[in-house]
């Protein structure tokens, strides 16, 4: 048994399976709701901006600036 089998031995120990059916799909659950929401948002922004009543408000009231989002708040930007 190498390093890797010491390892897992001493986790399954630990946890008796709960961190491979307890943690980790909800780790995996979050990450989906996360992009889910990513993917949403930018779907209705581009939706909004390309329709016929958003281009018709960009006309009367002229361009508005986006929304900081936190996701431009990030360590890249400062």
Not at 1 to 21: A, W
Not at 38 to 43: T, W
């Amino acid at each position: 048994m190498g390093f890797y089998g010491k390892i897992k031995g001493i986790i399954d120990y630990l946890f008796g399976g709960f961190l491979v059916e307890g943690i980790i799909p909800i780790v995996f659950y979050i990450v989906g709701i996360f992009i889910l929401y990513i993917v949403i948002e930018i779907a209705v922004r581009k939706g909004i901006n390309s329709s016929i009543i958003g281009q018709f408000l960009e006309k009367k009231y002229g361009i508005k600036e986006d929304k900081k989002s936190f996701l431009d708040d990030d360590l890249d930007n400062g």
